[in-house]
Each structure stands twice: as structure tokens, then as C-alpha cells.
């Protein structure tokens, strides 16, 4: 039975004694108030309310995630809550617009008083980072420390346990190792599927030598640019290939699971694939949105302070561009278009597989 909630009030219900009174400005204590310090103040305690909600729906995406079997339901569910944790992001991107209202001399009237306090400090944004799947080791280190080294140690540990923990990244990756692969009896979709690359890539290579507007130079420049989209290929089909650009930090989803990406993005349209094409592509959405993020947050600092030094004692803006362009967890699906090919070249699929496709799979009609 329901315990009785006693009737509410606007005020009570949503705390706003504590909210509205918790903005304390330090120019204010330091005898001459700045009038932008409030809206800074207010603009950063709003970012940290809704890193809350995002880490609330990410949290709920995760442990839907963390299990042996994911129902279709799970996915959808992950599809609809990762959707509005982009509303958000655009949100937070569009409050920079608001705080940049603030010019330059504005915040040198308070600056100063934030020392050595930073933005590197919010251990909610750091906890997105990780739940996402952003690791230690590709993370942009300024001065060689650790980016906990800045936190208190309550903080430290929090994080520690985060790190420790899978993350949507691990999980996704863990999902789809599950997936079948289309080999049944005697189809073998990446047979077939190969047989389709080579074909593209043979006559990609005759538009190139048959271009009577390139000069020989060029066509040879060409020629060997196109070389490497054919080495990303053959690590597609070459399980140790693809192993030695993950231990060489240029790709981190594993072979099985980047096949089984690829397999969703090629067929996307059939049912059963549709909504974990929704995940994946949300996914990159999260991803891409954080880095605009970043972006335009260096942009503003760069604006305000110019080149000089963090408050948390950082290079400033230097700092941000790095991290902007490290700090990316989901660019292999991404790099994936890399591998369609036309509709008009993809395998014909037996109807025993397309029947498959429909609406579910069972895989235990195989056996």
C-alpha cells in the first residue's frame, strides 16, 4: 500500500528555499559585488543540475545493459532516455550562449577569487565521462597527473569506483559480441559481403586510372590515399589486423562487435534491426554532442581569458582544444560508414534469414 502524501506546495515541493539562496558570491564577501559573478554562478549551478539528469538516465541505461539476455523492450527504453539526454547536451551547448553575454572585463572583475577552483573539478561531468566509457589511458593528461589528482578524496574515490565499474561503452561492446553473424548452414554473409568490397574497390580504382582530368602525379596520389581505405577493409576481415590498430590506440571496439555494428548499419531497415540502428546512432549523436560541447567551450574561454592560464592552473583554452579532440569514446561507429557499400552490391539474403529479420531472432532454430 502507497504511504499518504500529505498536499504540497510549489515552494516545498521543489526545495527553493535551499536552491534560490545557494548562489554566496565571493566579490559580494570580498567587499565590491560583480554583477556578472551571479549569472555565472547561476549558469554553472544549472550545468551541474542537469548532469544530474543525465547521469540519472544513464545510470538506468547502463543497468539495462548489465544482464545476460537484453529484450527489445531494453533497447527501446535505452533509445528513448539516451534521445533526451541529447535534448539536454543541445541545452547545455545553447547556455553558452547566455554565459558569453558576460564580456571579457566583466569576469576579471571576479576571476580571480576562483583560484584554484575549475570547471576540470565537476565530478559529475567526470562521472558522465566514465559511466560513457572514456578511459584513463585516453585521456588528455595535463602535466602528467592524473585528472583525479584536482579532487578532494571523497571525489577520488568516487570516481575510482567508476572507473572500476562497466561502462555503456563495455556494455554495448559485450551486447553486441552477442549478435549472430548471418552464417547459416551453407550462406555466409561475409563471404558474400567481401566479394561485394572487392568489386567496389576494383572499380573505384578504374574511375581513378580512367580520370583523363587527373594528371599521372595526381592519379598516383590518389592511388595511394585509396590504399589505406583498402587496409581499413582488410582489418575488417582480418580479426589480427584489427587487433593491431586497437594496440595501436586507432580503433577500440572489438572485432566481433564492430562486425555486428556493421551488420546493423547494412540492414538497418529490417525490423529487428531498426531500433539497435537507433541505439548506435544515438550513441554517436551523445558523442559528437559532447564534443561540440567541448568546442564551444573552447571557443569561450578563449574569448574571455585569451591565452592565459586556467584558474585550476591549466594551459586554459590549450587544454580544452587537446581534450576536445581525445576525448571521443564512440568515433568507431562512426568510422563505420566507412565500410557500406550501395544497396544494389549488398547479399541477397536467403528468406530463411530475411523471415529471421522480420521480427525477432531466434537463434535456437539453427542448431
Known sequence: ??????????????????????????SEKAGERAHDEMLFVIVHQIYELWFKQILFELD????????????ESHIGIAVSRLSRIIEIQRILIDQIQVLETMTPMDFLDFRDLLTPASGFQSIQFRLIENKLGLTAENRYEYGHRDYKSQMHDEHQMILERSEASPSLFELVEHWLERTPFLVFEDFNFWEQYRSAVDEMLASDRKIILKNDKLSSKQKKTHLQEYENTEIMFDSLFDKKKHNDLINKNEKRLSHKATKAALLILLYRDRPILHNPYKLLSKLLDVDELLTTWRYRHTLMVARMIGRKIGTGGSTGSSYLKESTEKHRIFSDYGNLTTFLIPRSLLPRLPDEILRNLGFYYNSSTHK
Open 1 to 26: 500500500m502507497k504511504k499518504q502524501i500529505p498536499p504540497q506546495y510549489y515552494h516545498d515541493y521543489l526545495n527553493l528555499e535551499d536552491l534560490l539562496t545557494s548562489q554566496e558570491l565571493l
Open 60 to 71: 538506468s541505461i547502463i543497468n539495462a545493459f548489465d544482464r545476460d539476455v537484453i529484450r
